[in-house]
């Protein structure tokens, strides 16, 4: 058989690469509910399943993103104080771009693996591997602060589960839309909820 011949045939049987992995990437809206003093995701676990991560480390990542503290009990996540849906939301937008997206091609074909004590960030799609960055309390206690209505040159670090671009400053998390990671950036922040701000590019 002609070399070219089996090689069309062998790039005709290929599957089709999706454009844009948030193609498949498909998660579903944070549901939440207040219940007193407490706030309650009741769909931690459906969202834990659509980027293939174990729920209980979902629940702390958000917990830690939320800076507070609550109780898991396998199904519903509930976190002490009051917390939007869009709180949570952007909480789980800061966790998928640092435990689920691959830095190098932006694809959520990852595995999380914990080698020699450090947890690791391992994407079967292109190969590239990092290590995850937890927050310490630390960062978290800087004085660095946010306000609405005031830019600021953020270095963008990730990109959220929306394709904004995310930079930290101080114990704020950022999404700056049309941003991507990598730039260094003025934006404007139009708004802020607890820990979270969100901005455009200025």
């Known amino acids: 058989m002609d070399y070219q011949i089996a090689l069309d045939r062998a790039f005709d049987a290929l599957p089709e690469r999706p454009a844009e992995a948030d193609a498949?990437?498909?998660?579903?809206?944070?549901?939440?509910?207040?219940?007193?003093?407490?706030?309650?995701?009741?769909?931690?676990?459906?969202?834990?399943d659509a980027v293939s991560?174990?729920?209980?480390?979902?629940?702390?990542?958000?917990?830690?993103?939320?800076?507070?503290?609550?109780?898991?009990?396998?199904?519903?996540?509930?976190?002490n104080g009051s917390f939007s849906v869009a709180d949570f939301d952007a909480a789980i937008d800061a966790y998928v771009a640092e435990f689920v997206t691959c830095t190098e091609c932006e694809r959520p074909d990852t595995r999380l693996v914990t080698e020699d004590g450090v947890e690791m960030l391992r994407c079967t799609a292109c190969g590239a591997f990092r290590p995850v960055q937890k927050k310490t309390a630390t960062t978290r206690t800087t004085r660095e602060t946010v306000d609405s209505g005031k830019t600021y040159e953020l270095e963008i670090t990730g990109t959220g589960r929306k394709g904004d671009g995310v930079?930290?400053?101080?114990?704020?998390?950022?999404?700056?839309?049309?941003?991507?990671?990598?730039?260094?950036?003025?934006?404007?922040?139009?708004?802020?909820s607890g820990d979270l701000a969100f901005a455009r590019l200025a």
């Open 53 to 79: 991560r174990d729920p209980t480390h979902l629940f702390r990542n958000v917990q830690r993103e939320l800076g507070t503290n609550g109780q898991f009990d396998g199904q519903r996540a509930r976190y």
């Open 167 to 192: 930079a930290e400053r101080g114990r704020y998390t950022v999404f700056v839309s049309g941003a991507r990671e990598g730039q260094t950036v003025r934006a404007y922040v139009e708004s802020t």
């Open 24 to 48: 498949r990437l498909q998660i579903p809206a944070p549901e939440g509910e207040t219940d007193g003093a407490f706030t309650r995701l009741t769909n931690v676990r459906a969202i834990a």
